[in-house]
């Protein structure tokens, strides 16, 4: 029979394992050498050769700086595949996802932040009179909007048209593009970003 201090040990070197593949497999996605790793996290080299063999376990300050050199927060970094749900819920109130809050729009992210994505979905409220105007994305890029509420005008390149409540709408996002809101109250639409 196993002691307590033996099934804990047994626990944690599968986490130790996970955290290690996590930071080198991340670090080589980056095209990062050890070297400049080590520079642009803050973190002296050999402790991250140690985590990336399995060697060491930081700290919770090492882990923030390493999480933060990759733009993922500590609990992405050391998320376990078995562990992670089936439902991941973006709250209204999150301020991580208010990705613009100005005096001409909103924009909500409603996507998840950690994800690899060619897809992004957005909750956009554009105030009365207001517009978002947006450079060309990469190359075949597509937006979809819906109208939840108001009316908008949708420009991409030479063409535009008008969509009120419930309409819907796809343009072409990798030329210079704009949703106008020409009336008096807010206009709140649903973007979805396709980069595929």
Request: hydrophobic share 35%; net charge negative; aromatic share 6%.
């Amino acid at each position: 029979m196993m002691s307590n201090q033996q099934k804990s040990k047994k626990n944690i070197e599968p986490v130790a394992q996970v955290l290690s593949d996590k930071v080198k497999g991340l670090r080589k996605e980056k095209g990062w050498t050890l070297e400049s790793f080590s520079e642009i996290s803050g973190v002296s080299r050999s402790m991250l050769s140690q985590i990336e063999r399995g060697q060491a376990n930081p700290t919770l300050a090492v882990a923030c700086k390493i999480a933060q050199a990759f733009s993922i927060s500590v609990g992405e970094l050391v998320d376990q595949p078995w562990t992670a749900s089936a439902i991941e819920v973006i709250r209204r109130d999150d301020p991580a996802f208010l990705y613009r809050n100005d005096s001409q729009c909103k924009i909500r992210t409603l996507s998840p932040l950690n994800m690899e994505k060619n897809i992004e979905f957005y909750e956009l409220s554009i105030s009365p009179h207001s517009q978002l105007q947006s450079a060309a994305h990469f190359e075949g890029a597509r937006e979809f909007i819906t109208v939840e509420k108001g009316s908008i005008e949708i420009i991409a390149g030479v063409d535009s048209s008008v969509l009120r409540e419930g309409d819907s709408a796809h343009y072409r996002g990798d030329i210079e593009h704009c949703i106008k809101n020409p009336d008096s109250v807010e206009a709140v639409c649903f973007l979805v970003v396709s980069y595929s």
